[in-house]
């Protein structure tokens, strides 16, 4: 399979997976610095499919959907979190919840 290079930029996540070379890391280690991996464009990662690296327009897109997952699997996970402290102590930290007490 070719590198896609065209203009055929989607913006449909595509699986990728951990390169190799560095094993996500995005660098590699050597004696005294760490260096970019060049098999990933220091990314970490790699298309799942045919084991390459994205093009770097391409990379970019992938990495801005995945970011933007996370972002709201976070918003999600913290609106659970809140509702569920909410729910079982009863005792009302606030809304906002913003203090934190160990105990
Ligand atoms: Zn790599």
Known sequence: MKKTAGPALNQEKRPLKPCPHCHGAGFVQSMFYQ??????????????????????????????????????????????????????SG????AGGSRYHGD
């Open 35 to 88: 260096l970019r991996c060049d098999n990933c464009e220091a990314s970490g990662v790699v298309c799942k499919e045919t084991g390459e690296s994205l093009a770097m327009d391409d990379l970019v897109i992938q990495l801005r959907i995945r970011l933007n997952d996370r972002s709201q699997q976070l918003r999600s996970l913290r609106k659970q979190l809140a509702e569920l402290r909410g729910g079982e």
């Open 91 to 94: 005792r009302g930290y606030g």
